[in-house]
């Protein structure tokens, strides 16, 4: 793990780091649209760009999110930097479960499935492997239930093989 990672992980369980990610996300929107995905979150942590469908717009909504691996699964999670209130596009996953991923440079449908039980506790602890925060953003929130998502690929696109994480 890079010096720079390792300082990300310490960072984030701060409020001021979460506000200011918040800030950067429109930036970190336009770089993962200009490297076709290739650098997300400023290539510190293994990201991705989803995109999925506005539930009342109906229009294409693209974000970058941390992710980690799970077979052949990208596992993502709805913790809205320790906002109270879900974040739009879990909503709209729950709305509806198609969407798009851009990893690395490739782009690919997905199916998003979400996380409960036994199987949300095990993803639970292999996101806090990746990023301790949302141990912090759980508390922040309230206490109230981060949704876990696991984003399956599907049809044509879609890698050969499980998916390698950063």
């Known amino acids: 793990m890079s010096a720079l990672a390792t300082l990300t992980r310490r960072l984030g369980h701060h409020r001021w780091f979460g506000a200011a990610a918040r800030l950067l996300v429109p930036a970190d929107r336009i770089v993962g649209r200009l490297t076709r995905g290739r650098v997300v979150a400023l290539g510190v942590l293994p990201s991705l760009v989803i995109t999925t469908t506005g539930r009342r717009s109906g229009k294409p909504r693209s974000n970058p999110l941390l992710y980690v691996t799970d077979g052949d699964a990208y596992v993502v999670i709805g913790s809205n930097w320790g ?34 039980g036994a199987e949300r506790d095990r993803l639970w602890q292999l996101l806090v492997t990746e990023w301790p925060a949302y141990r912090t953003y759980v508390e922040r929130a309230g206490g109230r239930e981060i949704r876990i998502f696991r984003l399956v690929p599907t049809g044509r696109g879609a890698p050969a093989g499980p998916p390698s994480a950063g």
């Open 83 to 116: 906002q109270t209130h879900q974040p739009g596009w879990a909503m709209n996953l729950l709305a509806d479960p198609a969407a798009e991923v851009d990893v690395k440079g490739r782009r690919f449908a997905v199916r998003a499935d979400p996380a409960s």
